[in-house]
């Protein structure tokens, strides 16, 4: 019933560890790339901080640094388990630690899952933020002379300069905008109080655009003012005119670039991903066939190694019962009247058998009451009392006619219980022990 | 009378040969690095070849690269030579190839030293070049339909925008050119008829530079036509505006940038040899030590490593002499004759002087 066993040997158990002591430092530089790559991520939205507005694209590049991190200490911390593994005295030391470790390296890597996820899902956001971002820097192009804006202009004339772009979604955005400052205006042209006055807003539009917007690879001299106006240049249509300035939109320039970095930073985090899930498989496989071998005492011998010892849907329901249970420890048992010590049972003598009975005379009417689950928590007590697997089953019989759910369970103590049913068979050692026979 | 004698008993010939030969393999990497700094030369020359009239040049980093390879089997040799040194069977047999050897180090370190002082030198021709081919870039620069110069626009346009600078020497090398391509001007209109007929050579000239010139920095719109005329545009002086257009011209950008570039290989170029040196020095000593020790009835004795075994002036006349016996076998040795006969002489009289 276990999922997925293999056997393993001790030269096999050897190399398992040894294989994996490697991997482990290998998972150390890719913790270690992981967080460069978070930090490269950070740094390319950073270069442009001025033309994002304020939104949270931050959370995915802090991620990675911080998963990176994380991975480089859980992988270095694996490394030194596995290394001491090939020896069983030093296991010793790791066995109680293996199993959290391991949990923890699986939730671990469903965070480094989620990171890659994300980093597809960051696009819209910086959408957004780019596009009122740009829309905010054209308006500020001609405040050269404001504190704390005098560097847009630049900014975006370098933008537009080495992406290959012209305005938001086009040049044409640049036609809605006053980007020629008011102080190169000459107020007392009759031509700039025109323009100024054919709108509402008194701004000084024009059909023009900066210099920046201008195509290198045009065979004719950049025409920047006077676009729509086909006579006022020579042998021009503006409508056909492709080459003469950017024709793509910087938003989605820029959208462009930090989609493909984003996307390459994806597959490479997938990657590391599958290479962890890889190792944490192996580190699982590792510590189960130890832990069998421990039992098994011969340390020289065969053991087997699995993922889990039940199937999923078994494991799923135990540990969901421990968790439920974690909540009820505290909790009264409504079914015995509120007395724990009800269906322990004495240490009396029976007789000359010495055989308890096997019912309590009126637990049969109780069981025909009570709920399932309550029932099942007053058989809890009993559950804890035997701790080898041949004296449950001898119970079995008992124990089956109340209630139908408690036999799977019965049949169904992973190795990881004893520990759980060990800590109340100290607490409860003098009573408990008549039973066994 | 040997020059720069030094004693070598056991233990420093054999720690000799041993730093010897980590010296040598290190050497072998300054030499892959020698050939990986002319490579990276050699393609930023190329990069702006278009602009460039001859390749003169170039010689720098060819001898960089021929060196870096040399150098990488030389001294790989050299770490051979070092590692047989210490086992007196085997080393006999490198004996023939160690003077070829020395002579070949010598003449790359002598290549490199050359280069070095090469890359001052042809700062001239550089210059040189640069301006013709320059002048011929804006030239062309509206031949955009002409095959074979229709990327010329493209290059001059590239290259201002990179190094942020205009014109060859400065922007007003636009205003002596027609930049602008006769199939976008309208001969109909008056102004441009004007204009055509104002200069001899009816070429439409204007003061005024393509947008490539423009500077982003500048707090202004870029104005890049009527330059030099106050009224034309508000507020504007073309005397003291600064911060409008690139006041650097693009022969003097490419010639900084291209002595930035050699001033930062310079130094690394410097180590090299002094390194190659050392290795000469070095492997010269432990050949004479060797055959020192070779000679001595034990071997492991103190033995003497020199430079040269004589003089400097002595071994000058012995290679003069051996270079022309190479040269003139048949002939009779007069010289040589006469030397000894002058000896003889010399040791007679005083015996019969006494």
Redesign the interface.
């Known amino acids: 019933m276990a999922v997925l066993k293999v056997k393993f040997t001790k030269t096999s158990r050897d190399k398992l560890a040894q294989v994996l002591w490697i991997l482990n430092w290998i998972s150390v530089v890719t913790g270690v790339i992981l967080f460069s790559l978070g930090l490269f991520l950070k740094v390319e939205i950073n270069k442009r901080w001025e033309l994002m507005a304020e939104r949270d694209v931050h959370y995915v590049p802090n991620m990675l640094i911080a998963v990176g991190l994380v991975a480089c200490g859980i992988n270095f911390l694996g490394g030194k388990i596995c290394y001491d593994c090939v020896d069983n005295t030093k296991f010793l030391r790791w066995k109680l630690l293996m199993l959290p470790y391991i949990i923890c390296t699986f939730f671990f890597t469903f965070s480094v899952l989620v990171g890659a996820l994300m980093c597809y899902g960051m696009r819209s956001e910086l959408e957004e933020s780019l596009t009122l971002g740009l829309r905010d820097a054209m308006r500020y192009y001609k405040d050269t002379d404001t504190p704390g804006r005098c560097f847009l202009k630049s900014t975006v004339d370098l933008l537009q300069i080495q992406f290959q772009c012209c305005g938001n979604v086009g040049f044409r955005d640049w036609f809605q905008i006053q980007w020629v400052s008011s102080r190169y205006l000459d107020m007392s042209s009759k031509e700039v109080v025109d323009r100024l006055r054919s709108n509402v807003e008194g701004k000084y539009l024009m059909d023009g655009v900066p210099f920046s917007c201008c195509n290198i690879d045009s065979p004719r001299p950049c025409i920047q003012h006077q676009i729509t106006n086909n006579s006022a240049h020579f042998n021009y249509d503006y409508q056909t005119e492709e080459l003469n300035l950017w024709m793509k939109g910087c938003r989605q320039a820029l959208l462009e670039h930090y989609t493909s970095i984003m996307q390459s930073i994806g597959l490479i985090v997938l990657i590391i991903w599958l290479f962890e899930l890889s190792v944490l498989t192996g580190v699982r496989y590792l510590q189960t066939s130890l832990e069998n071998l421990l039992r098994q005492g011969d340390p020289n011998s065969e053991s087997e190694g699995w993922l889990l010892e039940n199937s999923f849907v078994e494991t799923a329901r135990y540990n969901f019962n421990i968790i439920k249970s974690l909540g009820k420890n505290n909790q009264i048992h409504t079914a015995d009247n509120g007395d724990p010590n009800m269906d322990v049972p004495s240490t009396a003598h029976y007789g000359p058998d010495n055989v308890p009975p096997s019912r309590h005379p009126w637990r049969v009417d109780h069981g025909a009451e009570t709920s399932p689950q309550s029932s099942l928590a007053s058989e809890l007590p009993r559950l804890r009392a035997p701790s080898p697997q041949s004296s449950l089953a001898s119970e079995l019989p008992r124990l089956r006619a109340p209630s139908p759910e408690s036999p799977p369970r019965l049949r169904a103590p992973s190795p990881q219980s004893p520990p759980h049913l060990k800590a109340p068979l100290a607490s409860e050692p003098p009573r408990l022990r008549a039973p066994l026979t | 009378m040997a020059l720069l004698k030094m004693q070598f008993p056991l233990h420093r010939r054999v720690r000799l040969a041993q730093g010897l030969w980590l010296i040598s393999w290190m050497t072998v990497l300054a030499g892959a690095f020698t050939f990986s700094l002319g490579v990276y030369l050699k393609t930023e020359l190329l990069r702006r070849a278009e602009v460039m009239d001859n390749t003169e040049i170039h010689v720098v980093p060819n001898i960089l690269m021929l060196v870096g390879l040399a150098s990488i089997g030389n001294y790989m040799f050299a770490g051979r030579i070092c590692q047989d040194s210490l086992d007196p069977s085997r080393f006999p047999r490198w004996k023939p190839f160690l003077l070829p050897w020395f002579g070949l180090s010598m003449l790359l370190c002598a290549h490199l030293i050359s280069a070095v002082v090469l890359s001052y030198a042809l700062q001239g021709s550089l210059e040189e070049s640069l301006k013709v081919g320059l002048r011929n870039g804006i030239r062309f620069y509206r031949d955009?339909?002409v095959p074979g110069r229709?990327f010329q626009?493209?290059t001059i346009?590239?290259l201002q925008?990179d190094l942020r600078c205009c014109g060859n020497t400065n922007y007003r090398d636009w205003f002596e050119v027609q930049?602008?391509?006769s199939?976008?001007?309208?001969f109909t209109?008056k102004e441009v008829k004007d204009r055509v007929r104002s200069n001899v050579d009816g070429r439409y000239l204007m003061d005024g530079v393509?947008?490539?010139c423009?500077n982003?920095?500048s707090?202004?719109?870029?104005l890049?036509e009527h330059l030099t005329d106050n009224s034309a545009?508000?507020?504007y002086e073309h005397q003291s505006e600064e911060l409008n257009l690139y006041n650097r011209g693009c022969r003097q950008a490419l010639v900084d940038y291209y002595m930035g570039l050699m001033n930062t290989i310079g130094p690394g170029i410097l180590s090299v040899i002094s390194v190659q040196i050392t290795v000469m020095v070095s492997l010269r000593y432990l050949q004479t030590a060797m055959e020192g020790a070779a000679e001595l009835e034990n071997p492991e004795d103190e033995s003497v490593g020199y430079i040269l075994e004589k003089g400097v002036k002595e071994t000058v006349t012995n290679f003069k002499g051996a270079f022309l016996n190479l040269l003139q076998p048949g002939s009779v040795e007069v010289a040589p004759e006469a030397a000894e006969v002058e000896n003889v002489d010399k040791a007679t009289s005083p015996p019969a002087s006494s």
């Open positions: 955009t339909d229709c626009k493209e346009d590239r925008m930049w602008i391509s199939r976008y001007l309208d209109s393509p947008f490539s423009c982003p920095s707090p202004r719109p870029c890049q545009h508000f507020n």
